[in-house]
């Protein structure tokens, strides 16, 4: 199993910014992607950015040039450093990785981001 472990999030207002990490810990050999995903109420999971270990990175178009994802392998973290924050932009943030000897995706519990106006 692999197990993620999120932080960084909080209440922040309109243009602020935030930091959100992810610690991986447990079977992380094979990982080859991780990525922040978000759910607003009433809305489904969606795509924020990805990161493989290639260094090769994918954003929502919402999000491009705002938020910019990034990776330390030494630490088996992946952080999203979040800029211009807007209102809808609040969610639940929860981080994902992918292996290769797993049919599926692993998740973390979320971490909750607010942003005012």
């Known amino acids: 199993q692999v197990q993620l472990v999120e932080s960084g999030g909080g209440l922040v207002q309109s243009g602020g910014s935030l930091r959100l990490s992810c610690a991986a810990s447990?079977?992380?050999?094979?990982?080859?992607?991780m990525g922040w995903y978000r759910q607003a109420p009433g809305k489904q999971r969606e795509l924020v950015a990805r990161?493989?270990?290639?260094?090769?990175?994918t954003y929502a178009d919402s999000v491009k040039d705002r938020f910019t994802i990034s990776r330390d392998n030494a630490k088996n973290t992946v952080y999203l450093q979040m800029n211009s924050l807007k209102p809808e932009d609040t969610a639940v943030y929860y981080c994902?990785?992918?292996?290769?000897?797993?049919?599926?995706?692993?998740w973390g519990q979320g971490t909750q981001v607010t942003v005012s106006s």
């Open positions: 994902n990785a992918d292996t290769t000897w797993a049919a599926r995706g692993f």
């Open positions: 990161i493989t270990n290639g260094g090769s990175t």
């Open positions: 447990g079977i992380i050999s094979g990982i080859y992607s």
